[in-house]
């Protein structure tokens, strides 16, 4: 085991993919973010993903030296087309444009297409809320979910992030997958060696199973069992249909290097409380109401926890990925 700062992570994955086919710029960025999973507890999003970006990287799977292309066809939404590299760029731009858009017009939206994993899909819309703004985020991502009754994956694990601005303290942070667990999760058991609990994940003919590989290679069950598949519908439209994206079962897996660029999608929005009557003030009177009952916590609580212990006490990262991760 070794314990890193989160610079030095943040160092040891950018040179990683400097070496496998990816500019400096766009390393950078794609460090931060793995790092920024890594250090909320998010495994599944975290550094566990860079063998896997690497060896996309490599064969061109993503592209690791595309730069993203802004078009602002109108005053509260601009089109970004990833140019089938990493997300992260893309979104970072994104980033840019949404503050000045949504005071401007109250709404503003950034479509991405021709995109890759995501991440963390709660991060970019709490960066948002720390301008102060309401934000969402749908993605889709490879088929993962059949539809309920069915037994071909059609939907992705398809993740819905919320933020909302808070007074004096971090914004609430809503982030949730739309299979009962994120895929990320059996990627990270698998490579661990571990089970899965059952009730995450089908086999491939459509049994209940705990072996990671046979759940990868089967569907996801879906949140809230019938009622997550409308909802998984609902994000396909919002991320891939709206943006020009691939559909869930068009995209190729994000997990390995074989076939072409997945060309997933992804929506941001933003919304300008002030344009609609709102506050911060009015958003914490239903926070208040909430922390008062006893034994209750809001969403994202222990991610915030395990932020600060991370920047206080530094990663550990297993010797195996951090072999693994050296030696790319």
């Known amino acids: 085991m070794a314990t890193l700062t989160l610079g030095e992570a943040e160092s040891l994955v950018a040179r990683a993919l400097i070496r496998c086919r990816t500019s400096e710029a766009n390393a950078i960025c794609v460090a ?3 790092v920024a999973a890594e250090a909320d507890g998010l ?33 509260g939404a601009a089109a970004i087309d990833a140019a089938n590299g990493f997300a992260f760029p893309a979104i970072e731009a994104a980033l840019a444009l949404l503050p000045a858009m949504a005071r401007e017009a109250g709404v503003a939206s950034a479509a991405i297409r ?10 970019p819309v709490e960066r ?10 749908f993605a889709n991502t ?13 939907f992705g694990t398809n993740p819905i992030a919320f933020a909302c601005p808070l007074p004096d303290r971090p914004p609430l942070v809503v982030d949730l997958a739309l299979s009962k667990v994120a895929r990320g999760n059996i990627l990270a058991a698998k490579q661990k060696g571990e089970k899965i609990p059952r009730g ?6 459509g049994e209940p199973t705990t072996d990671p590989d046979a759940a990868l290679a089967g569907t996801m069950l879906p949140l809230g069992d019938a009622k997550g598949t409308p909802l998984a519908l609902m994000v396909e439209l919002l991320a891939a249909g709206l943006t020009g994206a691939n559909f ?4 190729s897996s994000f997990l390995d290097a074989e076939g072409p660029p997945p060309g997933t999608g992804q929506l941001i929005i933003a919304l300008d409380p002030a344009a609609f009557g709102g506050s911060t003030e009015h958003f914490a009177t239903l926070i208040a109401s909430i922390e008062a009952q006893p034994g209750t916590r809001l969403p994202g609580s222990r991610r915030l926890a395990a932020r600060r212990n991370a920047a ?7 010797d195996t990925l951090l072999t693994e991760i050296e030696s790319l």
Request: charged share 20%.
């Open 32 to 34: 931060r973010a793995l």
């Open 43 to 75: 495994k599944g999003h975290g550094l566990s993903r860079t063998p896997s970006y690497a060896a996309q990287a490599k064969v061109g799977k993503v592209d690791g030296f595309a730069v993203p292309k802004v078009e602002r066809a109108r005053p």
């Open 114 to 123: 021709r995109s890759h994993h995501c991440g963390a899909a709660g991060h």
């Open 128 to 137: 948002l809320a720390g301008q102060g703004l309401v934000a969402l985020m």
């Open 142 to 154: 490879p088929a993962a979910i059949a539809p309920w009754g069915g037994a071909k994956a059609v």
């Open 200 to 205: 995450w994940a089908l086999d491939a003919e």
């Open 248 to 251: 869930a079962a068009e995209a």
């Open 312 to 318: 206080n006490d530094g990663l550990v990262l297993g």
